[in-house]
Every structure is written in C-alpha cells, then in structure tokens.
C-alpha cells in the first residue's frame, strides 16, 4: 500500500517514514505542507497521514482542499492538539481518523491497518479469503485447509502485491497499477517487475489464484481459495 507522509519534524518525519517501510508500506515523505497538499492530489496513494501543525500551510486547509476536490483518500490526522472541538474541526473537515501527540507507533499502525481494511470493504480485523490468510504483522501469509497447512514466507514486494490485491478481489489491475500502489517514488523499478513478482506468488501460492486477463492486467481470483487447491 503507498502511503502518504506530510510531517514538518524532521526527526519525527524520517523516523515514522523508516518504521512503516519496515510495516511493508510504500512511503512518500515530505516535511512542506504545499508539497504535501499537491502529492495528495497528483498520486494515487491509498492512505494519507497528515500533520496539523505546518509551518507553510495549515493541515485543516489541506484537507479541505483535497475533499473539495472529491479525493477520498482516507486520511489520519496527526496533532500536538487534543482539545476535543479541535478534533470535531478535523472530523468536519473530512478526517477519517484523529491521533494525538505523543503516541506509540503501534498504535498508529493498527489505525492504519484498520482504515485501509475499511475502505476496502473488509469489515474484519484480518484480511482473510478463503484458505489464504495475511498477517500483516509478520507480513506473511498462511494456507489453511484440511489438507494443506502452511506458512508462506513473503519477500517486502511480494507482500506489498499481495496484500493489495486480496484488498481487491477480483478487479483486474493494469502492471502499471500495481506498481503505482507497491513502489513509492523513490524506488528503481524495472519495466517487467510487476511480472516477476507475480511469477513468484504463483509458483507459492498456485497458477490458478492469480489470473491474466490478456490485454487488460492480473486479477487475485477469491474462488481458486474458496476451493482449495
């Protein structure tokens, strides 16, 4: 999942941007509030955290900006302010999730976890279809049937790819896509690497659970795990 990063503290900024890439995050950072607000518009990212307190450019007006101009991306506010109007004001102006200053990190990223799932149309704790469960935690995967149970060791891309597309069952996403969603923008990316790690996911997870449908892209086929292989 590509993530969105607008914090103006340095340390706290390069901190947060090392620890959710280790989360198996793509991680867009900027420390400018007006570079923020065009990276939120100009890049398909699948989930924001915004900072409030901006030197250049006040979080909230960013945020307005952005839902005034349709983007729904989901958005986590992060603030030194904990007044309760002040996080009203935020909701208001189109937050889908507030967290105060200071904060553990874990906690920041179950809220992540949890507004990504929720957008995606996942209502439970765990992305699960079928056989196949993601722990995000391990950033591993798990095969479960009654005749095959295992643990599927997952490289940093491999998980990113599949978490992505088991958040979208069945919606067939273009190379060009995935890669806007997996990689940030910082990151050397080879013309045929969308096709090398789905190569490897099928060899771990089987031919038949990621489809192609030619001309078009690759597509995560939920009836391949509601059967079984």
Sequence with gaps: MRL??????PALCHELASKLAEQGFAVDSTQAGVD???MGESEPYDIIILDLGLPDMPGLDILAQWRAKQIA???LILTARGAWHEKVEGFRKGADDYLTK???FEELLVRLQALIRRSSGVSGAKIIIGQLQLDEESQSAMWNDEHDQRDIELTGIEFRLLRYMMLHPKRVFSATHLVEHVYDF???KESNVIE???SRLRKKLGKEVICTRRGQGYFLN???LEAGR
């Design 222 to 224: 939920p009836d391949a």
């Design 196 to 198: 090398v790690y789905i």
């Design 36 to 38: 923020g607000a065009y």
């Design 4 to 9: 969105l990063l607008i914090e103006d503290d």
């Design 186 to 188: 910082n990151d050397e």
């Design 73 to 75: 991306i989901p958005v």
């Design 102 to 104: 200071p904060f553990h």
